[in-house]
């Protein structure tokens, strides 16, 4: 067992004991990174829009681990289940990420959305 003073500061995880932060202003784990671009989106769940309307392109406002802040041309229904694809870029691979839709607002430029992505169990 690994006692808590040897484990570097980088991999404790926030919002655990004495790092608790008290103030809550902000929960999130994973550090957001500003993006710019598109991705392709492919909604997969089964009501009549997401089966009218199955592909979106949204515009890159922020990615993390976690999940992405995009805006969309299309309303979204919290809850409902996408599949996210990132073209390659450079000699980068692409990438491809599922989730659930967690907020959708209307903006002056269309609908501001958060998508949290599934988890991965380890092997």
């Not at 829009?49 to 515009?59: D, G, I, T, V």
């Not at 980068?92 to 599934?118: H, K, L, Q």
Request: overall charge positive; glycine content about 8%.
């Amino acid at each position: 067992m690994v006692a808590m003073a040897e484990i570097p500061e980088t991999l404790k995880m926030p919002g655990v004991g004495r790092f608790a932060n008290s103030s809550n202003s902000n929960r999130r784990i994973f550090e957001r990174t500003p993006a710019n671009g598109q991705v392709l989106g492919h909604r997969i769940d089964h009501t009549i829009s997401a089966r009218q309307n199955p592909r979106l392109n949204l515009q890159l406002n922020d990615v993390s681990i976690g999940g992405l802040a995009a805006l969309s041309d299309e309303p979204l229904a919290p809850g409902e289940r996408l599949c996210v694809t990132f073209p390659r870029r450079g000699l980068a691979p692409g990438w491809n990420a599922s989730g659930r839709i967690i907020r959708c607002e209307p903006s002056a430029t269309g609908y501001r959305v958060a998508i949290e992505f599934d988890r991965l169990l380890a092997a």
